[in-house]
């Protein structure tokens, strides 16, 4: 069988396309659609992005799938994190309508229903190597958050451990604020 080569898209004309605005990332020069996210996930990124808000809100630039433009293996990546942050003195004075011009100082991923932790965990090591300072990884089947940052192994909290980082200065939190908050402790 003869295979068709996918039609590689650069990162100018993916920015400029209607793919930018949706749901999609710009992986290895090709669109690819994020998974569709179902109700554990949803009410996570709502719990996350209300803590966040009240964490950082004057600190800098908090996004619910905001893409940003990072190379990986050299290439250009746009990923979308399901939530992220910027600090504010990092960001132009001109910034637009438009992709995160920078790496973000925290990138968030939530682990949806048919995804796995081992991929999840390839994507955030993905981000360390592209300038991310910070990712997490959150699952709300284990509900566990497994934090990844440069030049260390990564850390996994649950319950009440909290979950403190010198890089996000005062952001305080336990895995069992964050699902008693997204109503999912009995899920």
Known sequence: MVQTPKT???????LASPASGTRCELIDGEIVPKVAPKRFHSKTQRALLRILEAWGEEKG???????????????DWVPV??????????LPDDLGDQACPVPVDLAVEIISANQTFG???EKAVDYIMAGVARVWIVDPTAKTITVFKPNALPVTYR????????????????VR?????????GE
């Open 159 to 174: 319950g009440s451990r909290h979950l403190t980082d010198e890089h996000l200065t005062h952001l305080t939190l336990t």
């Open 119 to 121: 991929i999840m965990a």
């Open 8 to 14: 590689q898209i650069t990162l100018e004309a993916f």
């Open 177 to 185: 604020q964050l699902f008693a908050q997204a109503g999912l402790l």
């Open 81 to 90: 994190p399901d939530v992220s942050f910027v600090y504010a003195e990092r």
């Open 61 to 75: 630039e908090i996004g619910v799938e905001w893409a940003v433009q990072l190379k990986r293996n050299g290439r």
